[in-house]
């Protein structure tokens, strides 16, 4: 496949910014730190570029959501599956936060952002294969830029949270 | 907007409650038979709703996947060397074991390996289509895609949480009176290749896909925009990507979920894009009779559409019990109407206001 520009990057944001960096709660997201991760991320990189949200900027009609993550919520996930497999009732909010699109829905209605919603699971290094799609966006021609989120949550095997997320703006980058 | 390379659909596998390969779903799909019923398949006794589209005897969704990704590759005649150059790229609900699901899958029938993993909701399969075509479009000779939701008991409590379901047992996409969706199986796979690949081997694809959009609706975590700015985009980049006026379209395989809000707005968002044509392209929901195959539906769907461009014969939009008058369009009801034009749009919406639109010609 013929070379795709590499993006440039245009800010970046990483949480946790410090060891006792605490995550923001997210209203209506429940349990999980999944979409609270997405939308710290998210709103550190925005803030760092576009400085204010605005839900009518026309010049963000064009900027994509791409969230990279191995597992997507894999804690909602399992408190899903041990309700159902002890035949109980699953609240009402687990749906809503079912799939990763609903918090970049959350991001873009705040932010403005009317590009593509796309969600990936790595195949490979997921900063790789974050970058990778990003690039096919932006080349591709539906966004001229691209918030790219890699989240991952705790690994059960860790001593400690290892909660992790990091946002990068991208734009398209000079044709090599 | 990059400029569009000629991508052919060189060949399909699919798999849904309506049955196992290309025929039974056209046949159902034209003649509106719906394939709801009483789910057997796990416990639902804890639930509102009880009802769903599934196929009696089905594997696991590893081995349907790898059956219907071999039937697409013998379907379009790739040798293994073929194959060995071709990645694949899968939709599916997102775990962490979806990427060695995809590598595997990719290993089992010789191809190049896994290239993407989707995990967007309704938009997967759509979105793994429109980033295929992109590929090509850089080179690559061709590219497998494949998708698959199977049933099963978490999706379908979260769906019933929600209140997201249909309680009269039917999906009535566009009708007054629809209460919501139903959920389905369904296993889909696609070999796309570059017309002057499949040339150079001596094939001429039936169908191509000519253009495609993504686009967003910032708007709402959960909820379509009203207006429908977000699919209507997505539609505005397709028919660029082909060059094509709205007028040209001949049929829309439509995302309408048969809930109320979703259909409005994809109504809203077709007279938005496509103008005076809005209200004159037919249109139908095959959801209707398939029911809502989550990250396969769009592939599952736009299967349905190129069967249905092949066979001339557009399928109707089952469960229709009477007009809304926020949904103004041509729904094609009681009988398959033959093809006008060769050109037909595939639509997909998901949470958090994400959109696709697959533009297919007949060649």
Not at chain 2, 145 to 171: I, K, T
Not at chain 2, 196 to 204: L, T, V
Request: a negative charge; glycine letters at 12%.
């Amino acid at each position: 496949m013929r070379t795709v520009p590499q993006p440039v990057i245009l800010s970046e944001y990483r949480w946790p910014t410090g060891p006792d960096d605490p995550l923001p709660a997210l209203p209506g997201y429940v349990v999980s730190s999944f979409s609270p991760l997405v939308a710290a991320a998210a709103d550190g990189c925005l803030t760092a570029h576009y400085a204010e949200p605005s839900a009518s900027a026309a010049s963000r009609q064009r900027t994509a959501v791409l969230v990279v993550s191995r597992g997507n919520d894999v804690v909602s996930a399992a408190h899903v599956r041990d309700k159902v497999a002890r035949g109980r009732r699953v609240g009402p909010l687990f749906f809503f936060q079912s799939a990763p699109n609903s918090v970049v829905g959350q991001v873009t209605s705040h932010w403005g952002l009317g590009g593509p919603v796309v969600c990936i699971s790595p195949v490979g290094d997921p900063l790789t294969d974050g970058m990778a799609e990003a690039a096919l966006l932006l080349e591709d021609g539906d966004a001229d830029e691209v918030l790219l989120i890699l989240v991952e949550q705790d690994d059960p095997e860790a001593t400690g949270s290892t909660d992790r997320a990091h946002a990068l703006l991208l734009s398209r980058g000079p044709t090599p | 907007m990059a400029e569009v390379t000629p991508v052919g659909i060189a060949g399909l596998g699919v798999l849904s409650a309506l049955g196992r390969g290309p025929e039974p779903q056209l046949a159902a799909a034209l003649s509106g038979a719906a394939a709801f019923g009483p789910i057997d398949r796990f416990d639902v006794s804890g639930r509102r709703v009880g009802i769903a589209a599934t196929l009696g005897q089905v594997g696991t969704l590893t081995a349907e996947l790898a059956e219907a990704i071999e039937a697409a590759c013998a379907d379009a005649g790739l040798t293994a060397g073929e194959r060995a150059g071709s990645p694949l790229l899968l939709a599916v609900h997102g775990h962490p074991g979806a990427s060695d699901c995809a590598a595997e899958l990719a290993d089992r029938a010789g191809l190049a390996g896994a290239g993407r993993v989707y995990t967007g909701a309704c938009v997967s399969a759509s979105t793994a289509v429109a980033d295929a075509a992109a590929m090509i479009g850089r080179g690559l000779d061709r590219v497998v895609v494949a998708a698959g939701y199977l049933v099963e008991p978490d999706q379908f409590a979260l769906f019933d949480s929600g209140q997201a379901l249909s309680g009269d047992g039917a999906v009535r996409p566009f009708s007054s009176g629809r209460q919501g969706l139903l959920l389905g199986d369904g296993i889909a796979a696609v070999v796309l290749e570059s017309t002057a690949a499949a040339a150079a081997r001596g094939h001429r694809p039936a169908t191509e896909l000519i253009g495609w959009g993504r686009a967003g609706d910032a708007y709402h975590p959960c909820q379509p925009a009203p207006d429908g700015r977000g699919l209507a985009r997505a539609i505005d980049a397709a028919l660029q990507r082909a060059d094509l006026s709205p007028h040209a379209i001949g049929y829309i395989n439509a995302n309408a979920t048969g809930t109320p809000l979703s259909d409005t707005a994809e109504a809203a968002a077709l007279h938005r894009s496509l103008g005076d044509a809005a209200a004159r392209v037919p249109i139908s929901s095959t959801k209707a009779v398939h029911g809502h195959a989550l990250e396969a539906s769009g592939l599952l769907e736009l299967v349905l559409t190129v069967l249905s461009l092949q066979a001339g014969k557009l399928p109707v939009n089952a469960g229709y019990l009477g007009p809304d008058d926020s949904c103004e369009l041509d729904v094609i009801l009681a009988s398959p109407r033959p093809v006008g034009t060769p050109y037909a749009l595939s639509l997909n919406s998901a949470f958090g206001g994400a959109n696709t639109a697959l533009l297919v010609r007949a060649t």
